[in-house]
């Protein structure tokens, strides 16, 4: 089917036309020619309030100051680079973006990112800083060296996931006029910290009381008639959550389930200890409740890590506070290496 | 004397009941963050029972040693920080010596060279902090030429001990030995030990051979030879080093031969009028089935741990990709689903992954994946990296890594499943095709 050249004409203005919508319900469009009253409102001017200080003209702007040399590259530099513009012909290589920051190199996953510390620093839960005499002074404090936390990642990066090398791809052509500022040095990784050089200092191994205070309760008791001795009162205030917070940060810093199994890392084991008053664990005591998620043999493999974990990092004791001591004798760990897995 | 002991008695009554008290039963924590590295273990010279045995109980401790640290999951206290000579295996050990450096694993052990010549070695595995004994003292008989097994068996015994999962270091590798330039390189079969030991030669340089496949049993090797001008799949006896052809029909390209778990059927690819199929053969009779009938290229099959499904790669949808099918034919499913190209799928031993290669904006990449597709992770990544291979407890991965240019030379390298600890394997110069053979008797 044809249409005229006005029906032409008249659709076109009418899919041009800002008004088209509004006019959908209108009567048919007036023809060319006719009185068009709304015509002259062609000639209508925007209101002069609509344009706030169009009319003023801005103060130029102030010349911007060059940039730094060493600051973050930018795509236009306001003074010529010192590198000499290339042949017309030459390619250059440059950073098609600029590099990331490689991520860190430390084989130690661990919750919390540890930064590498000094190559003489010896490794420790916590950082300290180097203590030594002063010479000519009154020295009342002990000499101890500097200590940190062993350098650590959050999570295993393999080799597909490291960044690149940031080293070009491509060889584009130079602009007509020099316009790449010199590419920011790309970061440097610090080499990986040795971390099993420094033994820790032998702590000797505490061995249980003479008369074990559970046992010589036990006797009173049965002294007494009373048989196995109940709860009666509460010894002291419950720990606080930052104190509990203190003792599993304490303990899993020492948890290490880089060597098990698959299996291991699927079972949740649950390990029962008893406490010295001197908030170190009594090795004998250290028993597994339960497991779940995996064999009798995984469940033995995370025990026995769990059990490493808590003698060695409660070899020099626990930070817990003695008035508690009725409340931390028996503590039950549950070790649930879940999100470990997904490391 | 009396009034001391009741005074005595009432003093312990006042010190005991706080301790009695704990309302409400143990403290009780949950641990969910705890620390990835590798273990400290330390690994002192065996004793030597007699002078003979001296070089044989220092060599055993450096192997084991040596196996432990090449995991990735134990690190070695070097001798240097030993405080305690262990000079008699039968002695008790002071355990705090070796927790002064930190050792929370110990291996003793003492080497004995009898009237026979054979070599008996006697190990125990400590936990330090613990001061106990893990498992019970083991003994182990061989020929001396044999020692670098024995080291390698206590090796697995302490691994799996501690990690609770199988060893692999009493293992064999069967691979393609490369030498000369690379456009007249020249391809031999080998196999050496895991750890690029013990290299022996299994034929020579007067054809190519490509694609090397142990028997699940560690005596049998298929691999393809170039030798009549078409490939054609050859089965080599190790110890013989008898070979036979396997029966294909005239005119056409037989290659990718994989065998099934149980060692008697072959699965391979034909490529035939320009089409390539999958297809198992039964070994003792030769009789072929076709398992795949579609127009697309499949190739590259490997059958699950059970032998019920073969993964396999196909173009069928416009580019490789993996699939899965059961294994006596029928409907595949696609399992890849990423982008880029995949390829050389194998199924881990466990049967829990698949590994394959793939290549993805121009790099190639060894990784894993979950059987049903998920859980993809790229565990590499260089400018050719192909053909995984597993170790035989599904924990490690062995693949070739080729170099850029000219002068680029295919090595082998292995890599654990989480893409942790990436080495390069041992061999006498370029090396391709690696087979991961099973755990030796």
């Known amino acids: 089917m044809a249409i005229s050249a006005e029906d032409y004409a008249a659709i076109l203005a009418a899919s041009t036309a800002p008004e088209a919508v509004a006019s959908i319900d209108t009567p048919a469009p007036p023809a060319p020619g006719e009185n068009a009253p709304a015509l002259a409102s062609g000639a209508d001017t925007a209101p002069a309030q609509s344009q706030p200080a169009a009319n003023a003209a801005p103060p130029p702007d102030p010349v911007p100051s060059p940039p730094e040399p060493v600051s973050a590259p930018a795509e236009v530099a306001d003074t010529a680079p010192e590198v000499a513009p290339p042949a017309e012909d030459m390619a250059v290589l440059l950073p098609q973006v600029s590099p990331r920051p490689q991520p860190r190199p430390a084989p130690r996953v661990a919750p919390e990112p540890v930064a590498p510390s000094e190559p003489d620093v010896r490794v420790d839960d916590v950082a300290r800083p180097e203590v030594a005499p002063d010479a000519g002074a009154v020295v009342e404090e002990t000499p101890q060296e500097a200590t940190a936390p062993e350098e650590a990642a959050t999570e295993i990066v393999t080799e597909a996931e490291r960044p690149r090398d940031p080293a070009p791809t491509a060889s584009p052509r130079p602009r007509a006029r020099p316009a790449a500022a010199r590419p920011a040095p790309a970061p440097t990784p610090a080499p990986p910290t040795e971390t099993a050089t420094a033994p820790r200092p032998e702590t000797p191994r505490d061995t249980p009381p003479a008369t074990d205070r559970s046992a010589v309760s036990d006797a009173l008791a049965a002294a007494l008639g009373q048989g196995t001795p109940t709860p009666e009162r509460p010894a002291g205030p419950p720990l606080t959550a930052g104190e509990k917070d203190a003792l599993r940060v304490a303990v899993q810093r020492c948890w290490n389930v880089g060597s098990l199994s698959s299996e291991a890392l699927a079972t949740t084991v649950v390990v029962t200890v008893r406490m010295f008053e001197t908030s170190k664990p009594d090795i004998s005591s250290i028993r597994m409740l339960s497991h779940s998620g995996g064999s009798a043999t995984a469940a033995q493999q995370a025990y026995e890590a769990a059990r490493r974990a808590i003698i060695r990092c409660g070899n020099d004791g626990f930070s817990l506070p003695p008035e508690k001591f009725g409340q931390w004798r028996d503590i039950e760990m549950t070790f649930n290496p879940e999100r470990m897995r997904i490391k | ?441």
């Not at chain 2, 080093?241 to 699965?267: H, I, K, Q, Y």
């Open chain 2, 1 to 441: 004397m009396m009034r001391s002991l009741l005074t005595l008695l009432a003093a312990l009554m006042i010190w005991a009941v706080p301790a009695m008290a704990q309302q409400g039963g143990p403290l009780r924590l949950e641990i969910t963050e705890g620390v990835i590295e590798p273990m400290p273990v330390a690994v002192p010279d065996f004793v030597a029972d007699t002078p003979a045995a001296q070089e044989l109980a220092r060599n055993i401790a450096r192997v084991i040693a040596a196996d432990l640290t090449g995991t990735g999951l134990f690190r070695e206290i070097p001798a240097a920080a030993h405080i305690s000579r262990i000079t008699s295996f039968e002695s008790p050990v002071q355990f705090s010596d070796w927790r002064a450096i930190n050792a929370q694993a110990l291996v003793t052990g003492a080497v004995n060279v009898d009237g026979a010549g054979r070599v008996i070695a006697r190990f125990r595995i400590h936990d330090v902090f613990a001061g106990q004994e893990l498992g019970q003292g083991q003994q182990l008989v061989g020929d001396r030429d044999g020692w670098r097994r024995i080291a390698h068996k206590v090796a697995d015994q302490v691994y799996a001990r501690i990690t609770g999962e199988g060893g692999y270091f009493d293992s064999r590798v069967v691979f393609v030995s490369e030498s000369g330039p690379k456009d007249q390189r020249a391809k031999r079969l080998a196999i050496m030990d895991y750890d690029g030991a013990n290299v022996q030669f299994l034929t020579d340089e007067s054809s190519i051979v490509i694609a090397p496949r142990f028997s699940p049993t560690g005596d049998r090797v298929l691999y393809t030879s170039y030798e009549t001008g078409f490939p054609h799949i050859y089965l080599l006896d190790v110890t013989s080093m008898g070979r036979r052809a396997l029966p294909t029909l005239e005119g056409t390209m037989a290659f990718a031969p994989r065998f099934s778990p149980d060692g008697r059927t072959v699965l391979y690819s034909l490529s035939q009028g320009g089409n390539t199929d999958l297809y198992s053969m039964d070994i003792l009779s030769g009789a072929s089935t076709r398992l795949t009938t579609a127009p697309s290229i499949e190739t590259a099959p490997s059958y699950s741990p059970d032998g019920r499904q073969i993964v396999f790669e196909s173009d069928r949808s416009g580019t490789p990709q993996l699939y899965v099918m059961d294994a006596g034919g029928g409907e595949a499913r696609r399992i890849s689903f990423g982008a880029g190209r995949y390829g050389t799928p194998v199924w881990s031993p466990r049967g829990d992954l698949v590994a394959f290669t793939k290549q993805s904006k121009g790099r190639f990449h060894i990784g894993v994946m979950r059987v049903d597709g998920s859980e993809e992770r790229l565990l590499t990544a260089s400018f050719l990296d192909e053909g995984p291979t597993w170790a035989p407890n599904g924990r490690v991965i062995m693949f070739t890594r080729e170099t850029q240019g000219a002068q680029g030379e295919a090595r082998l390298y292995s890599v654990d499943i989480t893409g942790r600890n990436l080495r390069q394997v041992a061999t006498p110069g370029g090396a391709s095709d690696p087979s991961w053979g099973p755990l030796q008797n």
